[in-house]
């Protein structure tokens, strides 16, 4: 299992590293909004801390610019991963990204359709959102199930499944049950993870009979 931070906030990832809970950072066109960075220095600041992979989204919807984008990601360093939307577009790219030997990660992907195209096209990771098919109403982890379901049936198949959208614990644990391989957090969801009522009321009660030693 590996655990992403979903972030473009320093903040943030910096926590997860310090808790060992950082093996990558995957982000978004509105998480880097939200730091006031451009696309560049925000990239460029995350790499310098994180050895894991680093996931930068194009922009572009044709494929040779996503191409020329994802070519000039990679520059950045060596640990980037080319983020990609699911599109006809996207799928050129991620095949001609994956016979140059550069990491995919195709994302918005909200079918079971979808996620073998993108495995077949020879991206390294597959982006289903389950918070957002939630929030419709179509239950996320049914995705994830079928998604695991599929890539055990084909060894061959080598992409692993980044589970994204993530809004709350549930969201880590039902897909670490289904046995998808990654989990990009966010960190408040990382740390409503942490806490029990009961591991609360735990510490106090130890506390207060600590008192009555003697
Ligand atoms: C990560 O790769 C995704 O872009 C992110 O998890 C999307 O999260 P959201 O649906 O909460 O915006």
New binding site residues.
């Given amino acids: 299992m590996k655990i992403y931070v ?1 972030s473009a906030d320093m903040a943030e990832i910096e926590n997860g590293l310090a808790l060992g809970l950082c093996d990558g950072v ?3 066109p ?2 880097i909004a939200k730091t006031g960075k451009s696309m560049d220095a925000a990239i460029k600041d995350i790499c310098s801390v994180v050895d894991g992979d680093v ?1 930068a ?1 194009v922009l572009s919807l044709d494929a040779e610019g996503i191409y020329k984008e994802g070519k000039e990601f990679a520059k950045v360093a060596d640990n980037i991963v080319v ?1 990609i939307p699911m599109c006809h577009e996207g799928l050129k790219a991620v095949k001609r990204f994956s016979d140059e030997g550069i990491k995919t ?1 195709v ?1 918005l992907i909200f079918s079971t359709s979808q996620a073998i195209l993108a495995a077949k096209a020879g991206a390294s990771n597959v ?1 289903p ?1 389950v ?2 098919l939630d929030d419709i109403s179509s239950p996320g982890n049914e995705l994830i199930n079928e998604i695991v379901t599929v890539f055990d049936n084909y060894p061959t198949i080598e992409s692993e499944i ?1 589970v ?4 709350n614990p549930l969201h880590v644990v039902e897909p670490a049950l289904a046995g998808a391989h990654i989990f ?1 957090i ?1 960190g408040g969801v990382l740390a409503q993870m942490e806490k029990h009522p009961l591991t609360d009321i735990g510490i106090a009660a130890f506390l207060e009979d600590a008192k009555k030693f003697t």
Avoid: M, Y
């Fill in positions: 979903d995957t982000t978004n509105t998480l996931h989204e983020k990660n994302t982006c959102f918070g957002r980044i994204a959208s993530i809004r990009t966010p």
